[in-house]
């Protein structure tokens, strides 16, 4: 194999050459203490930098067994280390300056506060580490930087390394912190079945974000710790932490009452983030939700395809069906009915809903409006007369955000009132509120909700193709898919976890229609999940290190989203 000295002989011949002649770099360099893959060299300056990888045993890395014992640990590592990898490379990369194109930059993709597979640091429990980032091969004008190139290549490149994956980089402390807090959430998740519980939320979890654009902490000593009333604390035997004491959701319906800005939403948005694991000092760690928790909300404007939304509307005026409900531009109500069938479609048995972003009209009808608009003349049954049905009936939990009605009072298991951010049991005062002031309301529902029968793709109406390219998925931020000449906006997607996560579904989806396993909703989740457990790569023929891991109801979120989506 060609080494570090004829690496460094070949980018003094090709100095000042035309910048296609980079294409001499693919393949395999011996360094001293790595071995460096370049696996794809850009065309130009400006094009997607180079993708490079480093393969390293646990003898090069100097991970302890104990990092990648199994799968939870080897995840909460590798998490760690993608973290390390690319704060480094966006230093580094800060420092260089005057560049044509991308010269001289590295770039990791940065898990964030999440930890979740992903193919940027991957890590295998026999402790085999896999490592992929870009680098910009740099550039003079159109012709190649030598001198540039072997900065990069032969200096800043191995220093991160060395600083951050390499044997003596690791803070061993710290790497033992990821790998048991990865693998104590698990364990904290795998109990609540087992309980009849839907979340668990530690005692001492910082709940608040930094701001609405920083999923950090919020690092003001004015945040007040999560603490669970006694009436809903429970304990559970973590591997790592021992025993664990926090506030038990329990399934059925549990309402999230309180004033303005005393921390509902927060909590919530806490709940629905704890389908994934985090970070050690995220204050989330110990938050743990049902792996199927759905947030679901109003969403003017999008796309329906052929969903039944009749147990919550029906008979709109011109006589439109909603059994099969279709319409590119969705009202608040349609779109909210719609995100719940189409959470119980991916099998969702928790939804997840506030007031904030909810359709009014959707969640209640009090009793003078029932009094002035006859039921003949309101298409919609509103939540309240659904929620205990959905919990009845077909087992589906809800912790529902509400501030502003009394009426969901009469429907509620639990009652929690936020009380300047922290947590209260009022079920029983709620309890005698409700018989004190009944609200005089008619239920509205008239036939039983029955769940849909899962809908048919016309799979010609998803095609991941472009002009001349078969496959075209591009994420150019966080809220957006590019999916063949589609565009499908991502914005009401609350619980998607960024970029990584949202090309590795388009890229899915592409796999999913060219596959056409079967054309029943479910069947298509189930086989794309299946096909996920094989790797990330299964859907990236470019291998890169791009893509993160996904659950069924992302997958399907994005699926429902796409505009030209048609169901027979
Ligand atoms: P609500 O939904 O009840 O109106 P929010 O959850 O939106 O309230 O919270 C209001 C504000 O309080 C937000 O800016 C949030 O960051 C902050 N906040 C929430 N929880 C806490 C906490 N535990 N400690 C300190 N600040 C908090
Ligand atoms: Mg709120």
């Known amino acids: 194999m060609r080494d570090e000295d004829r690496l460094r002989s070949e980018l003094g011949r090709l100095d000042g050459r035309g910048y296609k002649a980079y294409k001499d770099l693919t393949g395999s360099w ?34 302890p067994p104990s990092a990648y014992a199994n799968e939870a640990r080897a995840l909460g590592t590798a998490a760690h280390l993608a973290r390390g990898f690319s704060a480094e490379a966006r230093r580094s990369t800060s420092r260089t300056h005057d560049r044509t194109g991308h010269s001289g930059e590295i770039r990791m993709q940065d898990p964030g506060q999440v930890v979740l597979e992903q193919s940027a640091v991957q890590l295998t ?11 910009g091969l ?4 159109r012709r190649i930087d030598g001198t540039g190139a072997i900065e990069l290549l032969l200096e800043r490149v191995p220093t991160i390394l060395a600083g ?14 990821s790998a048991a807090t990865n693998e104590d959430a698990e364990a904290l998740r795998s109990e609540l079945a087992a309980r009849s519980l839907v979340a668990f939320v530690a005692d001492g979890s910082v709940l608040p974000r930094r701001s609405g654009v920083d999923d950090r902490p919020f690092d003001a000593p004015a945040v007040t710790p999560c603490i669970s009333p006694e009436t809903l604390r429970v304990r559970i035997e973590a591997p790592n932490q021992g025993t664990v004491l926090g506030m038990g959701i329990p399934e059925g319906v549990t309402l999230v009452v309180g004033g303005g800005f005393h921390g509902k939403s ?20 110990f938050v743990v939700t049902r792996m199927d928790a759905a947030k679901v909300r109003a969403e003017e404007g999008r796309s329906i395809a052929g969903v039944d939304i009749s147990p919550f509307i029906d008979g709109l005026p011109g006589g439109m069906s909603t059994a099969a409900f279709s319409t590119p531009n969705a009202s608040g109500s349609t779109s909210q009915a719609a995100a719940i069938m189409e959470a119980i479609e991916t099998g969702s048995r928790l939804l997840l809903i506030d007031e904030d972003t909810s359709a009014t009209n959707f969640m209640i009808r009090d009793r003078r409006m029932q009094a002035l608009v006859p039921p003949e003349g309101e298409p919609i049954t509103p939540f309240v007369d659904r929620i205990k049905e959905l919990r009845d009936d077909h087992g589906v939990s809800t912790v529902l955000v509400l501030g502003g009605s009394g009426d969901y009072l009469d429907v509620a298991d639990l009652v929690i009132r936020m009380d300047a951010y922290v947590p209260l049991d009022v079920t029983s005062q709620a309890r005698a509120t409700a018989e004190r002031l009944p609200t005089g309301r008619k239920m509205e529902a008239s036939a039983a909700l029955s769940l849909p029968s899962p809908r048919r793709i016309e799979w010609s109406s998803v095609d991941p193709g472009r002009g001349r390219r078969r496959v075209h998925v591009k994420t150019p931020d966080d809220r957006t898919l590019l999916f063949g000449s589609s565009t499908i906006d991502l914005i009401a997607l609350e619980q998607l976890t960024g970029r990584a996560q949202i090309r590795a579904i388009g890229l899915a989806l592409a796999w999913a229609a060219e596959a ?36 069924r109801q992302e997958l399907a979120a994005i699926l429902n989203r796409l505009r030209s989506l048609r169901v027979g």
Do not use: C
């Open 30 to 63: 011996a360094f001293k203490r790595f071995e460096l893959r370049i696996d794809h060299v850009q065309g130009d300056p400006f094009a997607t930098p180079t993708r490079v990888s480093v393969t390293l045993s646990p003898e090069r890395s100097g991970l």
């Open 125 to 135: 429990t026999e402790g085999i580490l896999e490592a992929r980032f870009t680098i």
């Open 138 to 141: 740099p550039a003079r004008s």
């Open 164 to 177: 951050t994956l390499l044997a003596g980089a690791h803070n061993l402390a710290k790497v033992e912190r």
């Open 266 to 285: 927060t909590l919530l948005r806490a709940l629905q983030a704890g389908v994934w694991n985090h970070a050690p000092n995220d204050g989330r760690e």
């Open 516 to 551: 056409r396993t079967d054309d029943h909703v479910p069947d298509i989740l189930d086989a794309t999940m299946d096909a996920l457990s094989q790797g990330l790569d299964t859907f990236d023929e470019f291998k890169t290190g791009d893509v993160a891991g996904f659950r």
